[in-house]
């Protein structure tokens, strides 16, 4: 089992970026937290690295569905989304399969509410 979606973009990085939370917001997902890759290892390492973000998008409804059901599945959210520079002015853009991740967790009741989860962004990575 594979523990992402994945689609690879003909369009730039910030087009991918604007594209990919155009989707997440249509699927009822907001950005909560913005990890520039990027810049971080170029401060902090002082070393180049293809743009890279990091995307921590949040359903709230869902994720206070999980938090009610398994109180440590914080540990696991938001669900990541990660955009990445390919070269040739294309872009990947890839989600977290929360489905594999809950894998981890022994609760049926999680594994159904992580279904629902990664069927929205399935069709995120699909719109795109």
Same mark, same amino acid.
């Given at each position: 089992?594979?523990?992402?979606?994945?689609?690879?973009?003909?369009?730039?990085?910030?087009?991918?970026?604007?594209?990919?939370?155009?989707? #997440?917001?249509? @699927?009822?997902? !907001?950005?909560?937290?913005?990890?520039?890759?990027?810049?971080?290892?170029?401060?902090?390492?002082?070393?180049?690295?293809?743009?890279?973000?990091?995307?921590?998008?949040?359903?709230?409804?869902?994720?206070? $569905?999980?938090?009610?059901? @398994?109180?440590?599945?914080?540990?696991? #959210? /938001?669900?990541?989304?990660?955009? =990445? @520079? *390919? !070269?040739?002015?294309?872009?990947?853009?890839? %989600?977290?399969?929360?489905?594999?991740?809950? =894998? %981890?967790?022994?609760? /049926?009741?999680? *594994?159904?509410?992580? $279904?629902?989860?990664? =069927?929205? #962004?399935?069709?995120?990575? @699909?719109? #795109?």
């Amino acid at each position: 089992m594979t523990y992402y979606f994945a689609k690879t973009l003909a369009a730039g990085f910030n087009v991918a970026v604007a594209r990919t939370t155009d989707a #997440l917001k249509q @699927e009822g997902f !907001g950005i909560i937290t913005e990890i520039d890759v990027t810049k971080t290892f170029k401060d902090k390492l002082g070393i180049d690295f293809r743009k890279y973000r990091i995307l921590g998008a949040c359903n709230p409804a869902l994720a206070h $569905e999980a938090l009610s059901l @398994e109180d440590k599945v914080g540990t696991m #959210l /938001p669900c990541n989304v990660v955009v =990445q @520079e *390919t !070269g040739d002015g294309r872009c990947e853009v890839a %989600a977290i399969d929360p489905v594999a991740s809950m =894998q %981890a967790i022994d609760n /049926p009741a999680l *594994t159904q509410a992580a $279904e629902t989860v990664s =069927q929205k #962004l399935r069709a995120v990575i @699909e719109r #795109l």
